[in-house]
């Protein structure tokens, strides 16, 4: 009988490792410079590169590079690797993982600042992997999405547990060797909320029910983390009014009323309502909502892209809308590949990129840990 949690471990890491290979052709252009033509053509050239025959590239492809993974990949395989490893979570492992894998191809694109994190952690023979992420802007920690776009193995390792505390505390720790930021550890759980509950998800997508469980894990989540950094005030400054909550203390469960209204919305909302509401940037906030809501989008109708399925509209519709698209194809590919599976992702494009043989690798060993454990 086919195993649909094993099809969908696959459809997660592949999907991740595709969005990242075939965004990053296109990563910080302006939206109005892609357009929809320009990814279906690049889309178009890797599927014609494509031989069924042999499961594989024609004869006279065979010289050419396969495209290459960037960052969020590299990172990724870092998680999956030592997760696999340890059975379970080290800090300095992965902290060593993701510092080597750096110094071992430097070249893959990292965000400006993590490139110090590396250093120091290397410097100090990842003594104390918490030490560099929150020395980081001046102890503000990296915002940045670094920590989002790599968590998906987390969420497929935790899967059997389904307690979503103890996946909460999972990305946490995982997030924090680079990013301490509350913005992008939040970002990372919201992201890890997303692949759980699309592991979890089957047939049609129920954008209403998506949205409202999504935002009552990460609301439960922003509580905590707010009472903390009150009391934490309060018993800096005595004198100082418990001041009533606002949506700005629970940012990523608010920008979920958003999510939800974009994706249900009749038409498509414009690019650059998207772009202005949502964001397309580097960092965590402006980021993650808008790769869960790609992929929510791509369960509707979307012009020129229906005679593809809700896999392909996602990672190519992700891609339309600019900015940082490795990052945000690699999220909302992450999260359509677990909710519809490996036989979802065309062939062709599992031919056409670095890594997919190890991402399925990944997944099976995640999936047998998981199913022992
Ligand atoms: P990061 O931690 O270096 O953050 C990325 C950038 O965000 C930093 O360089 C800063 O400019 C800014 N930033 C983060 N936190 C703060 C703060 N507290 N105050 C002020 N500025 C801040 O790296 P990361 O891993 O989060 O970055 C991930 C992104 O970088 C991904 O999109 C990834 O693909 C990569 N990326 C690379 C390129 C490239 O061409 N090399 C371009 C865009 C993104
Ligand atoms: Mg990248
Ligand atoms: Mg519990
Ligand atoms: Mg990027």
Same mark, same amino acid.
Not at 198 to 215: I, M, N, Y
Not at 285 to 314: C, G, M, Q, W
């Given at each position: 009988?086919?195993?649909?949690?094993?099809?969908?471990? =696959?459809?997660?890491? @592949?999907?991740? *490792? %595709?969005?990242?290979?075939?965004?990053? #052709?296109? +990563?910080?252009?302006? /939206? =109005?410079?892609?357009? @929809?033509?320009? *990814? %279906?053509?690049?889309?178009?050239?890797? #599927?014609? +590169?494509?031989?069924? /025959?042999?499961?594989?590239?024609?004869?006279?492809?065979?010289?050419?590079?396969?495209?290459?993974?960037?960052?969020?990949?590299?990172?990724?395989?870092?998680?999956?690797?030592?997760?696999?490893?340890?059975?379970?979570?080290?800090?300095?492992?992965?902290?060593?993982?993701?510092?080597?894998?750096?110094?071992?191809?430097?070249?893959?694109?990292?965000?400006?600042?993590?490139?110090?994190?590396?250093?120091?952690?290397?410097?100090?023979?990842?003594?104390?992997?918490?030490?560099?992420?929150?020395?980081?802007?001046?102890?503000?920690?990296?915002?940045?999405?670094?920590?989002?776009?790599?968590?998906?193995?987390?969420?497929?390792?935790?899967?059997?547990?389904?307690?979503?505390?103890?996946?909460?505390?999972?990305?946490?720790?995982?997030?924090?060797?680079?990013?301490?930021?509350?913005?992008?550890?939040?970002?990372?759980?919201?992201?890890?909320?997303?692949?759980?509950?699309?592991?979890?998800?089957?047939?049609?997508?129920?954008?209403?029910?998506?949205?409202?469980?999504?935002?009552?894990?990460?609301?439960?989540?922003?509580?905590?983390?707010?009472?903390?950094?009150?009391?934490?005030?309060?018993?800096?400054?005595?004198?100082?009014?418990?001041?009533?909550?606002?949506?700005?203390?629970?940012?990523?469960?608010?920008?979920?009323?958003?999510?939800?209204?974009?994706?249900?919305?009749?038409?498509?909302?414009?690019?650059?309502?998207?772009?202005?509401?949502?964001?397309?940037?580097?960092?965590?906030?402006?980021?993650?909502?808008?790769?869960?809501?790609?992929?929510?989008?791509?369960?509707?109708?979307?012009?020129?892209?229906?005679?593809?399925?809700?896999?392909?509209?996602?990672?190519?519709?992700?891609?339309?809308?600019?900015?940082?698209?490795?990052?945000?194809?690699?999220?909302?590919?992450?999260?359509?590949?677990?909710?519809?599976?490996?036989?979802?992702?065309?062939?062709?494009?599992?031919?056409?990129?670095?890594?997919?043989?190890?991402?399925?690798?990944?997944?099976?060993?995640?999936?047998?840990?998981?199913?022992?454990?």
């Amino acid at each position: 009988s086919k195993n649909v949690l094993l099809s969908k471990f =696959k459809g997660a890491l @592949v999907g991740a *490792v %595709l969005g990242d290979c075939i965004g990053s #052709e296109f +990563e910080g252009l302006w /939206a =109005k410079s892609i357009g @929809v033509e320009k *990814v %279906l053509k690049s889309i178009g050239k890797l #599927e014609s +590169e494509y031989d069924p /025959a042999t499961d594989g590239r024609k004869a006279d492809k065979q010289d050419m590079l396969l495209r290459d993974y960037t960052d969020d990949t590299a990172m990724a395989r870092s998680v999956a690797q030592s997760l696999i490893e340890n059975k379970g979570f080290d800090a300095k492992h992965m902290a060593k993982m993701f510092s080597e894998e750096y110094f071992k191809d430097p070249y893959r694109g990292y965000g400006g600042s993590i490139i110090t994190v590396f250093s120091k952690l290397k410097d100090a023979e990842f003594a104390d992997p918490y030490k560099p992420a929150a020395e980081q802007f001046d102890g503000e920690g990296s915002y940045g999405n670094g920590g989002a776009m790599r968590i998906v193995p987390a969420p497929l390792f935790a899967y059997r547990q389904n307690d979503v505390q103890h996946l909460t505390e999972l990305v946490e720790q995982i997030t924090k060797i680079t990013h301490s930021h509350p913005s992008a550890i939040n970002g990372a759980i919201f992201q890890s909320f997303a692949v759980d509950l699309a592991l979890r998800g089957s047939k049609e997508v129920d954008t209403g029910a998506f949205c409202d469980e999504l935002q009552k894990r990460i609301m439960e989540r922003e509580k905590k983390v707010t009472e903390k950094i009150k009391k934490r005030k309060l018993e800096e400054v005595e004198a100082e009014e418990d001041k009533e909550a606002t949506p700005f203390d629970f940012p990523y469960a608010s920008i979920t009323d958003d999510i939800r209204k974009y994706a249900l919305q009749d038409d498509l909302p414009s690019t650059e309502e998207i772009t202005g509401n949502l964001g397309t940037d580097i960092s965590a906030y402006r980021s993650v909502p808008t790769a869960v809501y790609s992929f929510l989008r791509a369960s509707k109708h979307i012009d020129k892209l229906e005679d593809r399925n809700s896999f392909e509209k996602t990672i190519i519709y992700a891609i339309t809308l600019g900015g940082d698209t490795d990052t945000i194809a690699t999220m909302a590919g992450a999260i359509a590949g677990a909710w519809y599976g490996i036989e979802a992702i065309p062939k062709s494009w599992q031919a056409s990129c670095e890594s997919v043989e190890d991402a399925l690798k990944f997944a099976e060993q995640l999936y047998e840990l998981s199913s022992t454990s």
